[in-house]
């Protein structure tokens, strides 16, 4: 791959989780892939006081500990470390942003990226002291994290004030399930291939499931969680984004603008959930102890940072429905859970069965075709058909196609993080969220958490280490569908 251009990136929050598990970890991927040019400074900034010897040897730490096996090389590393910096700034004080300017004053780079990898409370102060300091210039740019806002109201006005010294093409509000290898591919399969998008449509789709599930409880996040819950944390985001990559009309080419307009017409088209329909149509869970994999787990309300009475969800399963001519009628279900039994993220596509079979009935019926998008733990796409087992009898059975990318492709997959950064440097946005998607998404789920906010009923209590609350796998059945795990 042809290296970004010239570039200094600014880390805000340089010394925080993300910043050392996923970011400083995906830019070393890249400078040893080659992707770096000679002139390319990563400046960690945050309030601690430290020397850069100390933020070397902190990204050293989390690199050995973040990178796959093998991949991680001591000579490389002494390399990459040119390249780091470390300044002492406190982001919502103005005079903090000498120091910064002072370091970028005679910069040879010709791109800026300032990645604000805080707490979304500072990002407007951060964009203000940026101009007031004479940061940005006509080749900034600027990362924002999610949760973007914690409202509709939280999210325009951060955009609104991030909006007055960076123009929205400078923006790059980012989602990391964009930037995964299989969603990239979902594209390629949808658009790259004529096979499929006859079949993508309430015609031959019966219903799309995209879950999102991990082991793990809210880590060290807890006080941070217990404000925002799944819907804000998972939802509102990275579920609603896949949504809309799945369900979009076919943009007229890759450019942003033509995806983008794409994905804000589903997030425009979802029908709006009422108090009635949040009732029947969502369910909201919180984990008690249980156990995984045979570890005793504690319960929500017991972990770090969380209040004792806490009603924050830890879970969302919901069906959400599209007014269009393609989706009216398909039910998306999405969901999403912490300390659920495993740790998967998938989107899973099932046609509709054939109109009439010719064959004896197989044990379980005849199934409808099912396209499975893997995105964690392993990147894969799997596409179940039905098929005649050897033998006299004409007798079917579901197998699949596997499409193992990185047996396929002999290569290892990018991590989206290293995606997402190098597009951030050369410019590229299509896989960034613009302002109005962001504003669509938070007007559809607002009136979600408006309901439960003033319902009396609490989210449901479900058993670390299982599959969520029984109402979940209701949801479904009603409509005589179940989860993965369940088929
Ligand atoms: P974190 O571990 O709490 O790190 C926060 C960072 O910000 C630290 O480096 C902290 O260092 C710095 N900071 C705090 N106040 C500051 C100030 N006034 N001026 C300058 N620096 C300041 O948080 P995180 O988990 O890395 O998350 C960062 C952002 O990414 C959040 O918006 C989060 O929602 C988002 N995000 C995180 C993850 C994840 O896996 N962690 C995933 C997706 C999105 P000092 O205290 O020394 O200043």
């Known amino acids: 791959m042809q290296q970004v251009e010239s570039f200094d990136l600014v880390l805000f929050g340089g010394s925080g989780d993300l910043a050392l598990r996923k970011l400083l970890p995906a830019l070393y991927s890249r400078h040893v892939a080659g992707d770096l040019p000679a002139h390319g400074r990563i400046i ?84 203000e002291n940026l101009s007031v300091a004479n940061l940005i210039h006509s080749n900034s740019r600027v990362v924002l994290e999610k949760p973007l806002g914690r409202d509709l109201a939280s999210a325009q006005e951060i955009n609104a004030r991030v909006g007055s010294v960076f123009d929205e093409s400078q923006i790059y509000r980012i989602d990391h399930y964009l930037g995964k ?12 291939n004529a096979l499929f998008e006859p079949l993508w449509s309430r015609s031959w789709v019966r219903d ?9 409880g809210v880590e060290k996040r807890g006080d941070f969680y217990d404000r925002a819950g799944a819907m804000r944390d998972m939802v509102q985001n990275h579920l609603l984004q896949l949504l809309c990559i799945i369900a979009m009309e076919p943009p007229s080419s890759i450019d942003p603008d033509a995806v983008r307009d794409e994905k804000l017409k ?75 039994q495993d740790r998967v993220a998938e989107i899973v596509i099932n046609f509709r069965n054939v109109p009439h079979s010719i064959f004896p009935p197989p044990k379980g019926g005849i199934q409808g075709n099912r396209l499975i998008i893997q995105l964690q733990p392993e990147e894969e ?18 197998v699949s196609l596997n499409l193992d990318f990185s047996e396929q492709f002999k290569q290892r997959p990018m991590d ?49 280490g299982s599959w969520g609350p029984a109402a979940a796998s209701a949801l479904l059945a009603r409509e005589g569908s179940s989860w993965p795990e369940e088929s």
């Not at 799309?208 to 793990?216: D, K, P, Y």
């Open 266 to 340: 589903v997030l425009r088209g979802l029908v709006p959930m009422t108090a009635e329909t949040v009732r029947g149509s969502t369910v909201r869970g919180q984990y008690r102890a249980g156990a995984i994999d045979g570890q005793p787990v504690i319960s929500y309300v017991q972990e770090e940072g969380i209040s004792s009475s806490s009603n924050t969800e830890t879970f969302v399963a919901l069906k959400a429905e599209i007014n269009n001519w393609r989706w009216s009628g398909v039910p998306f279900y999405l969901r999403t859970g912490k300390r659920l």
């Open 416 to 464: 989206a993080y290293e995606r997402l950064l190098m597009d951030v440097i050369r410019g590229k946005l299509t896989l960034f969220m613009r302002r109005d998607e962001l504003d669509a998404a938070w007007r559809w789920v607002e009136p979600i958490l408006d309901a439960w906010n003033s319902s009396d009923e609490k989210p449901k209590s479900y058993t670390a």
């Open 44 to 127: 960690g900034v945050a309030r601690q006081e430290q020397t850069r010897e100390q933020f070397v040897a902190q990204v050293k730490e989390h690199c050995i500990l973040n990178i796959e096996k093998g991949l991680f090389s001591e000579t490389l590393f002494n390399v990459f470390a040119k390249r780091l910096e470390y300044l002492r700034v406190d982001a919502g004080i103005a005079s903090d942003f000498s120091a910064l300017a002072d370091f970028l004053k005679d910069s040879a780079a010709k791109v800026r990226v300032f990645y604000l990898s805080t707490a979304p409370d500072l990002f407007t102060s951060i964009c």
């Open 381 to 398: 796409l799997k596409l179940y058909l039905m098929a005649k087992e050897p033998g006299n009898e004409m007798q079917l059975k579901p």
């Open 181 to 192: 290898e299989p969603v990239q591919n979902l594209m390629a399969l949808r658009f790259g």
């Open 208 to 216: 799309v499931q995209i879950t999102i599930a991990e082991r793990v």
